[in-house]
């Protein structure tokens, strides 16, 4: 397996615009997270799925992120308008299974986002 | 205040010392820990996990846990350049949390 994909890897966009962050998860994996990591906040939690469904979404900082998943292999977190203040590196990961003693999740190499 | 807590470091090391790596958590519902290594511009990859009070070992890496005093800690044995990445401490209680990360140097 090629192991989590993201598209763009680098996206450079201005204030106000529209972006959206693609992630294709390993296959057979029936859940995906998304994250933001920033120097100052460190790696945080958006939103996850389970099945295609959002489970827990208590981490989407404000109306303007949305995160869809219409089908096991894709997903989309869309921002929208953007803000200098978005910029992050945002990782999309999955995992097979979920709870307290299996927690291994596979991260993608990112999509470094700058808002000018 | 973040409820994972680690120091940002720089820490550094020489060459085969070892690398001792502290964690603080707050949520004493606290069920498991990881670490996860990250090397400059990648991604988190997990290196260890721990879920009862004592040592686990995996090669040259241990994780230490103590839950009464909230505290997770990762050793590296004989450390190398190659060790040379951020360590980020996480601890799931209903969800994973993350700690700012510790950026690790090892002085050839």
Same mark, same amino acid.
């Given at each position: 397996?090629?192991? =989590?994909?993201?598209?763009?890897?680098?996206?450079?966009?201005?204030?106000?615009?529209?972006?959206?962050?693609?992630?294709?998860?390993? $296959?057979?994996?029936?859940?995906?997270?998304?994250?933001?990591?920033? &120097? &100052?906040?460190?790696?945080?939690?958006?939103? /996850?799925?389970?099945?295609?469904?959002?489970?827990?979404?208590?981490?989407? %900082?404000?109306?303007?992120?949305?995160?869809?998943?219409?089908?096991?292999?894709?997903?989309?977190? @869309?921002?929208?308008?953007?803000? %200098?203040? #978005?910029?992050?590196?945002?990782?999309?990961?999955?995992?097979? =299974?979920?709870?307290?003693?299996?927690?291994?999740?596979?991260?993608? %190499?990112?999509?470094?986002?700058?808002?000018? | 205040?973040?409820?994972?807590?680690?120091? +940002?470091?720089?820490? +550094?090391?020489?060459?085969?010392?070892?690398?001792?790596?502290?964690?603080? /958590? +707050?949520?004493?519902?606290?069920?498991?820990?990881?670490?996860?290594?990250? /090397? $400059?511009?990648?991604? %988190?990859?997990?290196?260890?996990?721990?879920?009862?009070?004592?040592?686990?070992? #995996?090669?040259?890496?241990?994780?230490?846990?103590? @839950?009464?005093?909230?505290? =997770?800690?990762?050793?590296?044995? #004989? +450390?190398?350049?190659? #060790?040379?990445?951020? /360590?980020?401490?996480?601890?799931?209680?209903? @969800?994973?949390?993350?700690?700012?990360?510790? @950026?690790?140097?090892?002085?050839?």
């Amino acid at each position: 397996d090629a192991g =989590v994909i993201q598209s763009p890897r680098h996206e450079v966009t201005e204030m106000g615009q529209e972006v959206t962050l693609r992630c294709k998860p390993i $296959s057979g994996h029936d859940y995906l997270f998304w994250y933001r990591q920033t &120097m &100052m906040r460190g790696l945080e939690l958006l939103i /996850y799925f389970n099945n295609n469904v959002p489970i827990d979404d208590s981490g989407m %900082p404000e109306d303007r992120f949305s995160a869809k998943m219409p089908n096991a292999s894709f997903s989309t977190l @869309k921002i929208q308008p953007s803000e %200098p203040r #978005d910029s992050a590196v945002y990782f999309c990961a999955s995992s097979l =299974v979920w709870g307290s003693t299996y927690n291994e999740q596979f991260f993608g %190499p990112g999509t470094r986002l700058t808002v000018l | 205040q973040k409820e994972v807590e680690q120091n +940002s470091g720089p820490l +550094s090391v020489p060459e085969g010392a070892i690398a001792s790596l502290n964690c603080t /958590y +707050s949520d004493r519902g606290s069920q498991s820990f990881f670490w996860y290594r990250q /090397y $400059s511009g990648k991604s %988190p990859e997990l290196i260890m996990s721990i879920y009862s009070n004592g040592d686990k070992e #995996d090669g040259r890496f241990t994780a230490q846990l103590n @839950k009464a005093s909230q505290y =997770v800690s990762l050793l590296i044995r #004989d +450390s190398q350049p190659s #060790d040379s990445a951020t /360590y980020l401490c996480a601890a799931f209680y209903q @969800k994973v949390t993350f700690g700012i990360g510790t @950026k690790l140097q090892v002085i050839p």
